[in-house]
């Protein structure tokens, strides 16, 4: 079967940027996806030199045809590039770019096709993602666990000693995740009361950040109240009490 005869019908559904460019780097075809993603017509595409896209993942070491102007041609492929380019508006976009070289019989490089995949939605959702740990404490060793009280210690150590132990292959990963669902009993706040001053303005910073208010902290009566509770509800009751 002669599939270039069908190559238009099989490209035209791509939801993949799809580029072809010659030795120089002007492209020589685009396709509806990378029209879509871009913002340019065919029209506007095609003749323009690659660089029209400014992507941030090309090195260009030179001009003219040739193996050593662009890291491409060097490197006969890309694997997987997250980079940016530039839309028609000048918008950069988070892209996934994969590309290959192109050859004639005789092993010269003629040209490349390229692809490039929008991870924009992605890159956002990641974005929020890092926000709302960094808006929540969520960046130190136990995912957010406040505790400096001895018993917190005791859990954070053994949270500790487990990874360790099967990142230094003293323990058999593939046990570990038969029985990495067990039982770890967190101390009860009445417990560890030392760590309500810490516990008290992580709730207010997180509260200041979604209400928009400006309060630093509590006075000492307030404070001293705190601690002479007992939290029967523990962190959850505390964080109420907060809010």
């Known amino acids: 079967m002669d599939i270039a005869r069908f190559w238009e019908t099989i490209v035209n559904p791509l939801h993949d940027g799809l580029l072809v460019v010659d030795a120089r780097g002007s492209i020589l075809n685009d396709y509806p996806a990378a029209e879509k993603l871009t913002g340019y017509s065919a029209e506007e595409l095609v003749g323009q030199n690659c660089r029209i896209l400014n992507c941030s993942g090309c090195q260009i070491f030179g001009r003219g045809a040739g193996k050593d102007w662009c890291a491409l041609y060097v490197n006969k492929r890309i694997r997987a590039k997250k980079c940016t380019i530039s839309d028609k508006s000048g918008r950069a976009l988070f892209v996934m770019k994969n590309a290959s070289v192109l050859k004639d019989d005789h092993g010269l490089v003629v040209g490349a096709i390229e692809t490039i995949t929008d991870i924009s939605e992605v890159v956002r959702q990641q974005q929020e993602i890092n926000s709302l740990r960094q808006s929540c404490h969520l960046d130190g060793r136990f995912h957010g666990i406040i505790g ?7 859990l954070f150590e053994l949270i500790d000693n487990v990874a360790q132990s099967v990142a230094e292959n003293r323990f058999r990963e593939d046990l570990f995740f038969r029985i990495n669902v067990f039982p770890l009993t967190m101390p009860a706040l009445k ?53």
């Not at 400096?148 to 005791?154: L, T």
């Not at 630093?216 to 959850?236: M, Q």
Request: avoid cysteine; charge should be neutral; charged fraction near 25%.
């Open 191 to 243: 417990g560890r009361m030392e760590d309500i001053p810490a516990l008290v303005q992580n709730f207010i910073r997180q509260n200041n950040q979604r209400s928009g208010k400006i309060i630093e902290g509590l006075s000492p009566e307030a404070l001293d109240a705190l601690l002479a509770y007992a939290w029967p509800g523990n962190v959850r009751e505390l964080r109420n009490t907060i809010e």
């Open 148 to 154: 400096h009280a001895p018993p917190m210690q005791r």
